[in-house]
């Protein structure tokens, strides 16, 4: 086993991602958009291109403000960009007239859960290319690799899918399994951070307690292989059991041990309502001690009682940047959020898998009872948050509860004459853990406040549907998150410009996670594009009605190829894998991005 590089000092670590945000620049200045200082007046080139996509509102993705013109594509790659008219007579073996319409970089969902669809499914997921995602990255809390003889066990009450692992054995699991989805055939471009309760599941199963030092040893090593594999960091999902028995201390030793390869840590913190704040100083400590930068998943303040701790949430990262803290943050832009109704119960309940044999006991459900209503927990109770009323019951997999899918809880305990705790814990116990939950907790003026926020960027935390064949109910955000912003935001409410909202999709993204040749329009990188109307995009599906395709999103090309042609989708799969700066390939060292080895896959 390769021993362990040097950890190096905060301030280079730090630094990673403005390295890469740099040599971007370097690589593309020389190629600057026309209409920004580019190269007018070139003669086409003799060969065809593949695709000119003519005469539309060019926003780059870099936040700066769209110009008219032109862009070809040739194979994979963005051959030309024009001012408008100059490829009017350039041969094409396609052209698009986008007069009238944006062309930007292709979305990156910094907050993807397609894993399994991406595996077991057809790997179009439907609902996430039709609002422009060219790019998943997956990852919050669990993972399919690494993995071994713990990961395999399915557990009820694991929230984050452990168990729901292949086995990606052996110490380039995590190559494998991104190998993997890219034989599969997927439309977009798939990549993913290593989740932290994986890794802890890897060493230690799901018991609770600190980890060993022999545990942390196995922690680091597995980390350490998943970063050379191209994870792009640690990602963590600290409300869910097994991944909430780890220490802060534990994350700090695991989150050092991807420090040298230039990885990020992203978490869903310990609290986002009463202990928001708490959690937020336990992220930055992480980040801190552990010498890497810190991004915060779908940032909320939740329940109306916590509305108030948002301007402080965003001071404090506002402070830590200050002090030289690279802290950010991503958002849905909905009120509400989903997860598993079995999030509602007490987290020691589902210690060493044992959440089915509890809710069976009746003194250990008394002792879930009681808990659940207090009122302050040491633990995040969604369902108090969000109170009985303003929790929607989905993705039912028992035919006898199919009658209450888009119910509501309370609704549902009043239709039996009972308590919603009896009623809830009936329900997790008949579906062994699930189903999901939809919470109502947010607010609508700070869903705006945090819109405007330039460390912020947008995620979906969803996983792709398909509107023809999905039987249950989701989230809308799986079909509507991008347009949303586009259109209620940007066009109807003016909460930030088209140019910011464009930059938080892509370039943000790009550039925290350290993918130098995707999430801006420049010559020479993949040809990841969307073409929309700023004047109808929008979203349509909604909490009741949830499996409706977003509008306005004309086309959507994926290294080079329309996944989505006229609003509908190709059924084309040419996504590839994208990885972290931290990829080795086999014993060969760290790849350049800017010159791949041969035989190598393109675009990292």
Request: with cysteine; aromatic share 6%; charged share 20%.
């Amino acid at each position: 086993m390769r021993p362990p590089a040097p950890r190096p000092p905060l301030r280079l670590a730090l630094a990673v991602p403005l390295l890469a945000l740099a040599a971007l620049a370097c690589r593309t200045a020389a190629q600057p958009a026309p209409g920004a200082g580019g190269r007018p007046g070139r003669a086409p080139a003799a060969a065809p291109y593949d695709l000119v996509i003519a005469g539309g509102r060019i926003v780059d993705g870099t936040g700066s403000a769209w110009f008219l013109g032109d862009l070809a594509v040739s194979g994979d790659r963005i051959a030309r960009i024009a001012p408008a008219g100059l490829l009017a007579a350039a041969p094409a073996r396609r052209r698009i007239d986008a007069r009238g319409l944006v062309v930007a970089p292709g979305f990156i969902d910094i907050q993807s859960h397609s894993r399994e669809d991406f595996l077991t499914g057809d790997g179009r997921v439907v609902s996430k290319v039709t609002q422009g995602i060219t790019t998943e990255i997956m990852g919050e809390g669990a993972t399919n690799a690494p993995a071994n003889a713990r990961t395999a066990v399915t557990r009820a009450g694991d929230a984050t899918g452990v168990g729901t692992n292949p086995a990606f054995t052996g110490p380039r699991g995590f190559d494998a399994w991104l190998r993997a989805m890219e034989r599969h055939g997927t439309s977009p471009n798939v990549g993913s951070f290593v989740g932290a309760t994986t890794v802890r599941v890897y060493a230690k199963g799901f018991a609770q307690g600190a980890a060993t030092p022999a545990e942390l040893d196995t922690m680091r090593t597995v980390v350490r292989h998943a970063m050379e594999d191209g994870a792009f960091g640690l990602a963590s999902a600290l409300i869910y059991p097994p991944g909430t028995f780890a220490g802060t201390e534990e994350l700090v030793e695991v989150a050092r041990a991807m420090a040298p390869y230039g990885g990020v840590y992203i978490t869903h913190m310990r609290s986002e309502a009463d202990g928001l704040l708490e959690a937020m100083d336990e992220a930055i400590r992480i980040g801190r001690e552990g010498g890497v930068p810190v991004e915060i998943y779908h940032l909320k303040a939740m329940g109306q009682r916590n509305w108030a701790k948002m301007p402080q949430a965003i001071a404090k990262i506002d402070s830590a940047r200050r002090a030289g803290l690279d802290v950010q943050a991503n958002m849905y832009p909905y009120v509400a959020g989903g997860t598993s109704l079995g999030s509602c119960l007490p987290p020691w309940a589902a210690a060493d898998g044992r959440l089915l044999e509890n809710l069976r006991d009746p003194a250990q459900r008394a002792r879930m009872r009681a808990e659940m209503l207090s009122e302050r927990t040491p633990w995040e109770n969604l369902c108090a948050l969000a109170t009985p009323a303003g929790v929607q019951l989905v993705g039912f997999t028992v035919p006898a509860l199919k009658a209450f899918e888009g119910k509501r809880l309370g609704e549902v305990a009043a239709s039996q004459g009972r308590e919603w705790v009896e009623t809830l814990m009936d329900i997790v116990a008949q579906e062994r853990g699930g189903p999901g939950g939809i919470f109502f907790f947010a607010g609508e003026e700070n869903l705006a406040l945090q819109l405007r926020q330039p460390w912020l960027k947008f995620g979906t935390d969803a996983g792709g549907a398909d509107p023809d064949s999905t039987t249950t109910m989701v989230h809308p955000r799986a079909y509507g998150t991008y347009p949303r912003i586009l259109g209620k935001y940007v066009r109807e409410e003016g909460v930030l410009p088209l140019e910011d909202a464009i930059r938080k999709m892509t370039s943000a993204v790009a550039t925290r996670l350290s993918i130098p040749d995707r999430g801006v329009l420049r010559e020479g990188l993949f040809a990841d594009l969307v073409v929309f109307d700023p004047a109808t995009v929008g979203d349509r599906a909604t909490f009741e009605r949830p499996h409706q395709l977003s509008v306005g999103m004309r086309h959507v090309l994926v290294n080079g190829v329309e996944v989505v042609r006229d609003g509908r989708h190709t059924g084309a799969k040419p996504g590839r894998v994208v990885r972290g700066p931290g990829w080795r390939r086999g014993a060969g060292g760290v790849l350049s991005a800017a010159a791949p080895a041969p035989g190598a896959p393109a675009g990292r």
